[in-house]
C-alpha cells in the first residue's frame, strides 16, 4: 500500500497562533478520507514560522524530505501532501524546478490540496509544467513584492524614529502600549540585570522572579505582554527569555540602532557592564546556601569551605569549617604528585563570622570612597560598550567592502573615526582614574555605607566580586581586603578557665597587635538571610 507524507510550512510566528496549522492538517485528513487505499505514515514534515521566500526551509524539515526521497526512504508511488504548491517554497522558478524534478523523478507525486492537483512525471510531461511554473512565478513575485513593501514600511518607521516621531511597533515588557514607561516592570529588568552583574545565572535569576513576583511569574505567562516575548516558545519565563532581556538596548530607550525610542529603563552604565560580563563568560559567584561567610571564606588549595553541623555528647551543636576538596577527595601522595588537600585543620562557624565583621567595616570604607571616580568608571563602561558596538558592525561592513560596495566603504571610514576618538576618549578618563579602579565595581553597587547590611545575599555577592575573602590555612585566617590590606588572625582553641562547658570561649590571636581576644562559644553567628542563628544544646 502506498503511503502519503505531509508537509505543513508557515512562513511566521504569527501565523502559528492563527489558523493556518489546523488548516493544513484538516486538508491532509479530508484527502486521506477520499483515498482509503493510501497509508498516512507516520514520519510527517514540518516548518513551523520559516520563510520559504529565503529559502531556510531546505535546510530544515524539507531539507529532510528531499533526503527522504533521496534514499528511497520515500519510494516510487507515495505520495506528498501539501496545501498549495508555494508550501514547496516561494523561490525562484529556476531553483524550484530542480527540487521539484528530484521528488518527480523518483516516481513520487506532490498533491496540492487546495485544488487537488497531482504533479508526477505523467501530469508534467502532458501540459501541467507550464502550469506548474506559472504557479511558482505567481508565489515568488507575491513574496517579492510582499518583502518590498514590509522594507519600505520598516524604513518609513526608521526615518520617524529618527526625527523624534512616535511610531507604532511592538515594545518590551516593560514599555507601556503608549511608549511609556512601566515603572513596576522596570524594577523588574533592574532587578534581572542588578543580579546578573553580581554573579546570579540566568537560571537562578528565573527561580528569583518567580519567588519575588508569583502574581506575574508563578504561572508562566498570565498577562499578554509576557506572550508576545519574541523567541519564546514554551510560554514561560525561561533563561532563554532572561537572556533576550538582558542584551536587548531597548532597556536604555533603542530601537535597533536609534536611540530615544523607550523610556530608558536602566542606568546606561548598568547595560554595557552587563554587556562586558555576557562577553567576558564571567565565573558565576559561590552560592551561599546557609551561612553570610559562605562562598567568602576559602581554604589555601583554593577550595571554599563547608559548614558541617555537628551534635557533641553533651548535646551542644558546634557548626565548624573544613575544605570541600578534603571533604570530598582526601589527601593523597602519588609519584605525579598530591590529590586532594593537605588541610585537615577545622575552624569554628563562629570564628570565621566574627573575623569576617571585625574586617567588614574598612572592605565597606574602602568600597564606597569616591563619587567622582564612580561617575569616571561609568563613562568608561559606555564607552567601552559603544567601542564594542563599533567593532561588531565594522565587521559586518568589512565583507561588503570586499564584495565593491562604496557606501559600505565610506560607512567603514567613518565608523573608524568614530572608535578611534572614543579609544582616546577611554584612555584619558583611564589615565584619571588611576589605581583606583580595582575598587570600582563594589563602589558602584553598595552606593552608602549604611545601606551594606540591609542584603546580605547582596553583599555576601559584591564582596566576592570585589576579592574579598577570607583564607583559611590550618588554624591561620587571612582576610584579604579590596584596598591590599590582608589582616591575619590565629584560632587557639578553647579558653577552659570558665566553670563549666556554658562559660567556655574560643581564643583568636590578632597578629597586628599581638592581642589574645575571647569569643564566646554561642556567639550569634550571621545567615544569608540577615537573621542572626544561635546554636541550642539538643537534649533527648
Known amino acids: 500500500m502506498p503511503k502519503s507524507y505531509r508537509y505543513i510550512r508557515f512562513s511566521s510566528q504569527i501565523q502559528r497562533k492563527g489558523s493556518s496549522y489546523e488548516r493544513q492538517l484538516y486538508a491532509v485528513e479530508a484527502w486521506m478520507e477520499q483515498h482509503p487505499d493510501v497509508e498516512l505514515s507516520e514520519d510527517s514534515y514540518e516548518d513551523l514560522g520559516l520563510s520559504g521566500y529565503k529559502g531556510a526551509h531546505l535546510d530544515n524539515a524539507f531539507g529532510k524530505l528531499l533526503v527522504a526521497v533521496e534514499s528511497n526512504k520515500i519510494v516510487n508511488g507515495d505520495y506528498i501532501l501539501i496545501e498549495a504548491v508555494d508550501r514547496l517554497g516561494r523561490l525562484e522558478p529556476m531553483e524550484m524546478l530542480p527540487i521539484l524534478q528530484k521528488i518527480v523523478k523518483a516516481g513520487v507525486t506532490i498533491v496540492s490540496l487546495d485544488d487537488f492537483v497531482q504533479y508526477n512525471t505523467s501530469s508534467l510531461n502532458n501540459g501541467l509544467l507550464q502550469v506548474l511554473i506559472g504557479k511558482f512565478q ?49 524594577d523588574i529588568l533592574k532587578f534581572i540585570y542588578e543580579r546578573y552583574l553580581l554573579g546570579d545565572g540566568q537560571r537562578y535569576i528565573q527561580r528569583q522572579l518567580v519567588q519575588s513576583w508569583p502574581e506575574i511569574f508563578g504561572d508562566g505567562f498570565r498577562k499578554d505582554w509576557l506572550l508576545k516575548t519574541e523567541g519564546n516558545k514554551t510560554k514561560m519565563v525561561n533563561p532563554g527569555t532572561i537572556l533576550k532581556w538582558l542584551q536587548n538596548k531597548a532597556a536604555i530607550g533603542y530601537w535597533g540602532d536609534i536611540p530615544n525610542v523607550f523610556p530608558p529603563a536602566i542606568p546606561e552604565p548598568l547595560f554595557y557592564k552587563v554587556q562586558n560580563a555576557l562577553a567576558s563568560r564571567t565565573k558565576r559567584a559561590s552560592k551561599s546556601q546557609h551561612y553570610f561567610v559562605g562562598g567568602l571564606t576559602k581554604c589555601r588549595c583554593g577550595s571554599n569551605m563547608t559548614f558541617v553541623k555537628n551534635v557533641g555528647r553533651n ?79 565594522i565587521n559586518r561592513l568589512t565583507k561588503l567592502v570586499l564584495a565593491g560596495v562604496q557606501e559600505a566603504e565610506d560607512q567603514t571610514i567613518e565608523l573608524n573615526l568614530k572608535r578611534a576618538k572614543l579609544q582616546k576618549d577611554k584612555e584619558l578618563l583611564t589615565e584619571k582614574l588611576g589605581n583606583a579602579a580595582d575598587l570600582i565595581e563594589l563602589n558602584q553597587l553598595l552606593e552608602i555605607e549604611r545601606g551594606y547590611r540591609q542584603d546580605y545575599l547582596k553583599l555576601n555577592r559584591l564582596l566576592q566580586q570585589a576579592g574579598y575573602k577570607l583564607v583559611c590555612d590550618g588554624q591561620n585566617v587571612t582576610v584579604h581586603i579590596p584596598n591590599g590590606d590582608a589582616p591575619k588572625f590565629k584560632y587557639l582553641g578553647f579558653d577552659n578557665s570558665g566553670k563549666g562547658s556554658s562559660s567556655q570561649c574560643y581564643q583568636v590571636l590578632i597578629f597586628s597587635n599581638e592581642k589574645i581576644v575571647n569569643v564566646p562559644r554561642f556567639e550569634p553567628v550571621t545567615l544569608i538571610d540577615g537573621s542572626e542563628y544561635i546554636p541550642q544544646k539538643i537534649t533527648t
Do not use: M
Open 138 to 186: 505567481q508565489a515568488h513575485q507575491y513574496s517579492k513584492n510582499l518583502s518590498r513593501r514590509i522594507s519600505e514600511s520598516w524604513q518609513h518607521r526608521r526615518r520617524k524614529a529618527r526625527r523624534g516621531e512616535q511610531i507604532k511597533l511592538k515594545s518590551p515588557f516593560w514599555i507601556n502600549k503608549d511608549l511609556s514607561l512601566n515603572v513596576k516592570h522596570a
Open 315 to 393: 548535646g551542644h551543636v558546634n557548626i565548624n569549617g573544613r575544605c570541600t576538596k578534603r571533604g570530598r577527595i582526601g589527601f593523597v601522595k602519588t609519584e605525579n604528585g598530591i590529590i586532594g588537600c593537605d588541610n585537615k585543620k577545622t575552624i569554628p562557624l563562629v570564628i570565621i563570622d566574627i573575623i569576617a565583621h571585625w574586617c567588614l567595616p574598612d572592605a565597606i570604607q574602602e568600597v564606597t570612597q569616591g563619587q567622582t571616580t564612580k561617575d569616571t568608571q561609568d563613562k568608561i563602561y559606555v564607552i567601552e560598550g559603544k567601542i564594542n558596538e563599533i567593532s561588531t558592525e
